[in-house]
């Protein structure tokens, strides 16, 4: 039986596609500043979507997720730079360095019953040693960075990542939307109703016959292959790597805060969240050198309260908050 037109999920599917139809038309209507903008806000959707499949589906809280976004940006990157190899085979090199990664992490998590807090120490142990050992890696630049060669011949070379801000906008959208396809068909798959029963009561779910320990692999390694693959996108635009931003603590925040204040566990949590939080830091930015408050630390301070206020408004998140004043869904997504 279809939706009826004024029925929540045909709203929701309108607002998506008029929003989708936006977001295209974007590059043709405003400026470069607010294209990178949005374009940041994309990124920080794809890579919430990432994170969102380990925390939000499964219930296993990565506090070092910098870790595969440092991993698959390094690997592409020096596959490109040391041996011509590029992006788009490099990024399989990539997700298969980070869902390594993910095995060495999960294996010594679920070996030793590592849960809760304590596995996501873990996963900031394992990121904080990466951070460690490529800063003392001369071949891939060490502290100094790594770099990927700018040169005109180059430009309009797709295949190799080698384009313009169009081109890496439009790959930052195929990105954004590539994420919530895989995550709502995971979601509605056999293995994503298996990741939501572990993240209710595992020992229940581990009683009704759930393999626990190859549902939580599967989520470790969708989440690190999806970030692994976030880096590859980051090395490619920025054309650098240095190890003490790639691997920082804070970037694995950044991942998390999207799902977190959209809505842990919602399919268009991260979206929202992104979205609303990258724009706000950009205009406190601006606005704070405005009133001539450029101490170091005022930024982080106001945002910090304003993230509090987010949060203790809307404690289950602006997605779920957003969506019932709008009656654009009947459950939770």
């Known amino acids: 039986m279809s939706a009826s037109p004024a029925s929540p999920g045909a709203r929701q599917t309108v607002a998506l596609a008029l929003f989708g139809l936006a977001l295209v038309a974007a590059p043709f209507v405003v400026d470069r500043y607010i294209l990178s903008i949005i374009l940041l806000c994309l990124i920080g959707a794809y890579l919430g979507q990432a994170w969102n499949i380990l925390m939000g589906f499964c219930g296993l809280l990565s506090l070092g997720h910098a870790l595969y976004l440092g991993l698959g940006a390094y ?30 992490i999960g294996w010594l998590g679920f070996r030793f019953r590592i849960e809760g807090v304590y596995f996501s120490l873990l996963t900031i142990a394992f990121a904080e040693s990466a951070r460690i050992g490529f800063d003392n890696w001369a071949w891939l630049g060490g502290a100094a960075g790594f770099f990927l060669p700018v040169r005109a011949e180059d430009f309009g070379q797709y295949w190799n990542l080698r384009g313009g801000p169009f081109f890496f906008y439009y790959l930052a959208l195929a ?20 990741w939501l029963a572990i993240r209710e009561d595992a020992q229940a779910a581990r ?16 989440s690190a292959a999806m970030t692994a693959v976030g880096g590859v996108y ?22 998390m805060l999207g799902p977190i204040v959209g809505g842990v566990g919602t399919l268009f949590g991260p979206i929202v969240g992104s979205f609303l939080l990258v724009p706000l830091g950009e205009a406190l930015i601006e606005a704070l050198r405005a009133l001539g408050l450029n101490a170091p630390g005022a930024k982080a301070l106001v945002y910090g309260f304003l993230l509090m206020g ?3 408004a809307a404690p289950s998140g602006v997605w779920p908050w957003l969506a019932r004043r709008l009656r654009l869904q009947d459950r939770e997504q």
């Open 234 to 255: 980051l090395a490619f635009w920025g054309n650098n790597i240095f190890p003490g931003q790639i691997f920082d603590m804070a970037h694995s925040i950044d991942i």
């Open 310 to 312: 987010i949060i203790a």
């Open 75 to 104: 690997g592409a990157a020096a596959l490109y730079v040391k041996f011509g190899i590029g992006p788009w085979l490099g990024v399989f090199v990539a997700m298969a360095l980070a869902v390594a990664a993910s095995f060495v």
């Open 207 to 222: 009683a009704l016959g759930v393999n626990v320990t190859r549902a939580r692999f599967m989520a470790l390694f969708v």
């Open 175 to 194: 990105l954004a939307a590539g994420g919530l396809f895989v995550s709502a068909r995971l979601r509605a798959s056999k293995l994503g109703h298996a």
